[in-house]
């Protein structure tokens, strides 16, 4: 059995002072929003403690669906870095950018310089473009893509783009005696976000998941616990997305506290199982326990 980790949306807390230089255009409106709201509800001690019962979990990989930034100021960064590394090597933790990662056009540059070695294929001499890009860990195959994208203020949408897309289509049949679980920020099936936070070309991913199959995919975004069904050659695929991995309760707003999921997987090509465990915090308050357990039907 392999068991595969799942959270998202850490916002690591606490937010760098920012220069005034840093606060023009759209980071000065998350900036106000993060002093206002935000520093609330995302909590350092709700993601330690996650990290330290996801940990006592011994999973044998972690996947982290983006947002691990806020407003994606330099500082934010290595301070990132370093509680990737919390979760474990590089080799043991797969991730993928969100929205608040690319808060800013800039940003982008960091992602590699400071995450590249948790987003680079087994064959790293491919890795130009770097996405999608493909980890083998015992019997699943790891399949990253990179939604986040520099938009304008007020928007959270994520774009793939036809190159990433054609890329996956390719990459898709190649590895179907695998486990493929294709990683995303964005949800790629219904967003509870609304039209302003969606991934702009889902329906094109969702036809090349149609033509091509996956057994899994894993996204973040929403900040809620989901699970929806796309249409997959071979019967419907699951989609699960987590809440926020910092997110504490605050009143007057509706928030999910934070969670993260596990997927038992088991069996062989075309007779996989999967059983997915959710654990975190209670939406009544108290420690962390496991809140729900279910077997996914695996296409086959």
Known sequence: MFVLAHLSDPHLAPLPRPRV????????????????????????????ALVRDLKAQAPDHTAVAGDLVNIALA????????????????????????????????????????????MRGDDAAAATPPFPFVRRRGPVALIG??????????????????????????????????FRVVLVHHPPGRTRS?????????????????????????????HVHALDWLAGPRGPIP??????????PLAGHQVEPAAYN???IAGDAGAWRCEAVTRGFPADAGDIAELKREELKIPS
């Not at 840093?22 to 709201?37: C, F, N, P, S």
């Open 21 to 48: 230089a840093d606060l023009a255009g759209k980071r000065v409106l998350g900036w106000l929003h993060w002093r206002r709201t935000r520093h609330k509800i995302h909590r350092a001690e709700q993601v330690e």
């Open 75 to 118: 500082a934010e960064f290595p301070q990132a870095r370093a509680w990737l590394q919390t979760l474990g090597s590089p080799h043991d933790v797969t991730l993928v950018p969100g929205n608040h990662d690319a808060y800013v056009r800039a940003a982008l540059a960091a992602h590699a310089a400071h995450w590249g070695d948790f």
């Open 145 to 178: 893509l990179s939604s986040a994208v520099a938009t304008a203020p007020f928007m959270a949408t994520g774009r793939l783009g036809p190159e990433q897309i054609a890329r996956l289509e390719a990459l898709l049949p190649r590895l179907s005696g695998q």
């Open 194 to 222: 609304g039209r302003f936070k969606r991934l702009t070309d889902a329906a094109a991913l969702c036809a090349a998941l149609a033509r091509h199959g996956a057994e899994l995919v894993l996204h973040g975004h929403d």
């Open 239 to 248: 989609a699960l997305g987590v809440p926020s991995a910092s997110a504490a």
């Open 262 to 264: 596990l997927y038992r």
